[in-house]
């Protein structure tokens, strides 16, 4: 949304609070001005808002004026301003747009009058289809009640007496101040003055009103939660008592199953204390038939390992006899039959010596 935040045009604290809580559940940013001298002067030091919600009757600079004030300012004739009133009438609603208003919002404010107007502006802003702001010189105010006088026109008191009607100045523009003249004059001050003096004992009416409210509704709230929190304060002490007793009570519970437990263990320990007749019998059985494993074990590895040495010690006797053989057939070749004799003496003797020494170790 485009229009983001606003300012509060209102004399009375009422319009401005009902109508900011309305804008503020549109997530919009709202600051409020008492006055239109206030709001000039808000606009001069501040950002320039989205868009300015006036009021139409205030004192001192009304409405109007200071709608003019805005719109002859170039720094904030682009500002769109929402008129707050309770006329409703169409004239009403085309003057108003004659010196720069943008739309009017009647009052009191309504949620769908006010969703209609913001949408409307939202979608004028976004498009870029604002109406343009009137030169300053066509801004014309209209009065609730026109005096029946041309705008050039001079007074003239009448001349009491029969002629007064020829006594009166030639010149066009010279009207007779007649006691019509001067009632119509006097009624419309009056009028004025009553309707300007009566929005301000309204205004401060509503305000002593909203005041008292304001305070009425801040001691209920404030003794609505002194009550909440004595009651949570209440609330809280009794389930901390009730959570102590339960705790208690549970630890006592939990405290007296344990004592069951360990009761029931001691009794099952003293009775399964030592080795009975049974696990006595079932312990020579395993021992005898380990031993039994063990001896069979070791006689059978101890022929094996023999078996083993046996055929070891012929492998190697062949082994040696062949060497010798070859060594004796090459050296008869080669060598004298003396040698020959004495080299195969030593090898049968080496080799019997072996023989006896291999059957004397695995004998």
Known sequence: MAIKNALLVDDSKVARFALSKLLEGRDMEVNMAGSAEEALDFLNSHDRPDVIFMDHLMPGMNGVEATKAIKGNPDTSGIPIIMCTSKKSSSFMEEARNFGVYNILTKPPHTEGLTLVLDQLDRDVTDGTLPEVPPVGDIVEHEEEQLEVPQDASVEMSVKGGNGAA??????????????????????????????????????????????????????????????????????????????????????????????????????????????????????DHITSVQTIDTEFWQTLQSEAIQQAHEISRETAEDIAQRTIDLFVAQQRTASSKVYTLGLAISLGIFSVGIAWLSGLFG
Request: net charge negative.
């Open 167 to 284: 006594a009166v100045g030639s010149e066009a523009n010279v009207v007779p101040l007649t006691s019509e003249l001067i009632e119509q004059i006097a009624r419309s001050a009056v009028k004025t003055h009553i309707n300007n003096r009566l929005h301000e004992l309204l205004s401060s009416l509503f305000d002593e009103q909203f005041d008292h409210l304001k305070r009425a509704l801040d001691e209920s709230r404030n003794k609505q939660e002194s009550a909440i929190q004595d009651k949570l304060e209440a609330m809280n002490q009794l389930i901390e008592e009730r959570t102590r007793h339960l705790r208690d009570e549970v630890a006592a519970e939990v405290n007296l199953n344990l004592a069951r437990e360990l009761a029931d263990l001691k009794r099952e320990l003293k009775q399964n204390t030592g080795f009975t007749g049974e696990h006595m019998a079932e312990l020579k």
